[in-house]
């Protein structure tokens, strides 16, 4: 079997931890992959000093999405949104703890695009990434 | 319980050997299930040899050259022409336009007979289950030219629904517009009546006969179609060919698609006549090795009949929607066995049919996951996706055995 679906990945999809909505939130953001119909919606609370308090994800897609969302979200509380910035596609692969081909590692990135794009406004996460 | 098909209407095992990629692993100790056929099928020795041949034989540009080796280009491609008018039915090798594909062709008639024969306001009838090949065209030309456009929809079995059909056609439509074989639902619709139909209200039809001609055996007379689109790739064939039949008096008044080489007749600094039909839309050197494959193709075809195919993947198809239906929390589309091609496109419950190709895949099981370019069917089905098991005359009951234990595995991941 490809440990593209061992244990971790298969508990993260079926028991997410974070699951969910925030409401109040102070961003948020949501967007999908036409290709596959993955759709994630992210919330996140900061405090003062823009540090994360709380983030939660919701939508639906592939476990490798799901996945990559909910480990995402728990990993970024207590980080401070400077830091989120910094978040790269290898941080990802290493939560996951997986190798993916071209194809699914849209479906992987899928939240941090989400989560970036509602820390940084859409448009200057496109600047950032051209 | 489960009954393979009885009589064994094609000597498969024979027809695999014909096809090299078959014989392949995916990894060490795993054999290749290849259940894609619909997005493009494997190409048996016959085509690849073909090819080979003329590159290693004949190669040579055609209709222009004097020496022998050009003579015998333009013959080979000349007769791959006359062998696929003969395998859809018409008597006239002017009447087989070569593009690139089944999307070139349909985008040829909407840039020539299109831009030149619809005005604004003018109605083109489509369905909701097209290929965006049989959907992006029209919306391209309705923005440039104010058309409008209008879907037949379909039922909760994937059928066209008939009675929308006549009350669309009440409305005047210059265009019909609409596939033969749905990639997604299988479905099979009524082409000879519908086109009847058309006909009758005055509208022409465009058949999208891609899914359709690799499996059933097709008269492009019979069915009365004014313009059948399809692609090499998915009957054998290869990719980088495709076709475009219409009746030669449409092709005879419309204007040429794209300008230069062999689709002329005379050209001066300022001005050109076109060449006779088909070669005006032919611009510039076509594809004479993937005609070539495609004569190779339609000739390993006709030899095997069209009817066996046919019989063979029915056979496959009742067997596969059978076996599909005992595994627990599995939805099918589309209609019943008798009523659809050689596919089966499904859900699953917990499992995302990316999640379900790509343990397939760790079992050698090669299927679709996705929206198989028909993003608005998936929307009337209210899934984002689904996952799709296409079969060819080489699929076999044991494939479709191997593929219901990969979504056995796929329960078992998830459950």
């Given at each position: 079997?490809d440990d ?8 993260r ?15 948020t ?5 036409p ?15 823009d ?8 939508g ?56 970036k ?14 | 319980m489960?009954?393979?098909?009885a ?63 050009a ?7 000349e ?7 003969a395998?859809i ?23 020539t ?18 290929h ?10 309705a923005?440039?030219r ?6 037949i ?33 299988g479905?099979?619709t ?17 058949l999208?006969?891609a ?7 097709t ?21 980088g ?5 219409a ?15 062999d ?16 070669y ?13 494959g ?5 000739d390993?075809?006709?030899?095997i009949?069209?009817q ?16 599909l ?24 419950a ?12 760790s ?22 996706a689904t996952?799709?098991?296409?079969f ?17 595995k ?6």
């Amino acid at each position: 079997m490809d440990d593209l679906y061992r244990e971790q990945i298969i508990d993260r999809y079926k028991n997410p931890r974070s699951r969910g909505t925030l409401d109040p939130h102070d961003f948020t953001y949501e967007d999908d992959n036409p290709l596959c119909g993955d759709r994630i919606r992210i919330d996140v609370r900061v405090d003062a000093d823009d540090r994360v308090t709380a983030a939660a994800f919701s939508g639906q897609g592939c476990a490798i999405s799901q996945a990559a969302a909910d480990l995402l979200t728990e990993s970024v509380v207590g980080k401070t949104l400077d830091e989120v910035k910094q978040l790269t596609k290898d941080d990802i692969l290493e939560m996951l703890g997986i190798e993916l081909g071209p194809v699914r590692l849209k479906c992987a990135l899928l939240s941090l695009k989400v989560l970036k794009a509602g820390v940084y406004g859409i448009d200057q996460l496109e600047a950032d990434l051209a | 319980m489960h009954s393979p098909p009885a009589p064994a209407l094609l000597d498969v095992d024979r027809l695999r050997a014909e096809f090299p990629v078959l014989e392949r692993e995916t990894r060490p100790g795993v054999p290749l299930i290849y259940l894609d056929s619909a997005a493009t099928s494997q190409k048996p020795r016959a085509v690849l040899e073909a090819m080979t041949a003329f590159y290693e034989h004949q190669n040579a540009n055609i209709h222009r050259g004097i020496h022998r080796l050009a003579e015998e280009a333009t013959g080979a491609y000349e007769s791959a022409r006359r062998r696929v008018a003969a395998f859809i039915g018409t008597p006239d090798p002017a009447e087989i336009v070569f593009t690139r594909n089944a999307t070139e062709s349909i985008n040829l008639v909407a840039s020539t007979w299109g831009r030149t024969k619809l005005r604004a306001g003018d109605l083109i009838v489509l369905t909701e289950m097209e290929h965006h090949a049989n959907l992006v065209p029209w919306q391209m030309l309705a923005a440039e030219r104010g058309l409008r456009l209008a879907h037949i929809p379909i039922d909760a079995n994937g059928r066209l629904d008939a009675e929308a059909y006549r009350e669309l056609l009440s409305r005047g439509p210059r265009l019909v517009a609409f596939t033969a074989m749905s990639n997604v639902l299988g479905t099979i619709t009524p082409a000879a009546e519908m086109t009847a139909q058309a006909h009758a209200a005055g509208a022409l039809v465009l058949l999208d006969a891609a899914q359709s001609i690799p499996h059933l055996a097709t008269d492009v007379r019979a069915l009365g179609a004014d313009f059948v689109v399809f692609s090499a790739h998915k009957m054998c064939g290869p990719t980088g060919i495709g076709v475009l039949y219409a009746r030669r008096e449409l092709l005879e008044s419309m204007p040429p698609y794209q300008g230069g080489g062999d689709m002329i007749r005379r050209v001066s600094l300022h001005a050109f006549t076109p060449n006779d039909v088909p070669y005006k839309f032919e611009a510039g050197t076509p594809a004479i090795a993937e005609a070539i494959g495609l004569g190779a193709a339609v000739d390993f075809l006709d030899a095997i009949g069209m009817q066996e195919v046919q019989a063979h993947e029915a056979a496959i198809t009742e067997y596969a929607l059978d076996r599909l239906s005992e595994v627990p929390g599995l939805q099918v589309f589309g209609p019943p066995a008798a009523e659809r091609g050689g596919l089966a496109s499904f859900s699953m419950a917990d499992a995302h049919p990316h999640d379900v190709a790509q343990i397939l895949d760790s079992l050698g099981v090669a299927v679709r996951a996705g929206h198989h370019c028909a993003m608005p069917i998936h929307e009337v089905l209210g899934v984002p996706a689904t996952t799709r098991a296409s079969f060819y005359l080489y699929t076999t009951p044991g494939e479709i055995d191997r593929l219901i234990d990969g979504l056995y595995k796929v329960k078992h991941v998830f459950a």
